[in-house]
């Protein structure tokens, strides 16, 4: 699960894949911008039970991290952001 939520935190703040003559311009993943562990924030997580079958686990703690993430981002500077990665985007009053 943690890394579920590392992999949406990286996906919302940084990853991008451009194109240049319809080729990936990072050929490899030195080359491709992810969150690195030093950023990653603490992340605890809870196993809840509630008697449903059991199923994965792993995947759900990915879809709620980027529109958690824009909603605080819009909460805290007033601004709504349309596109990702948050790393190309520009606030006013920045």
């Not at 605890?44 to 605080?72: D, K, Q, T, Y």
């Amino acid at each position: 699960m943690k890394s579920a939520v590392a992999l949406g935190l990286s996906s919302t703040l940084l990853e991008e894949v451009v194109y240049e003559n319809g080729m990936p311009r990072a050929r490899n993943f030195g080359a491709y911008a992810i969150l690195p562990p030093g950023r990653m924030p603490r992340v605890h997580v809870r196993i809840v039970e509630s008697g449903a079958p059991m199923g994965g686990v792993g995947e759900p703690g990915l879809p709620g991290v980027p529109p958690a993430v824009i909603n605080a981002v819009a909460v805290l500077t007033g601004q709504r952001v349309r596109s990702l990665p948050l790393s190309r985007t520009r606030f006013a009053g920045a």
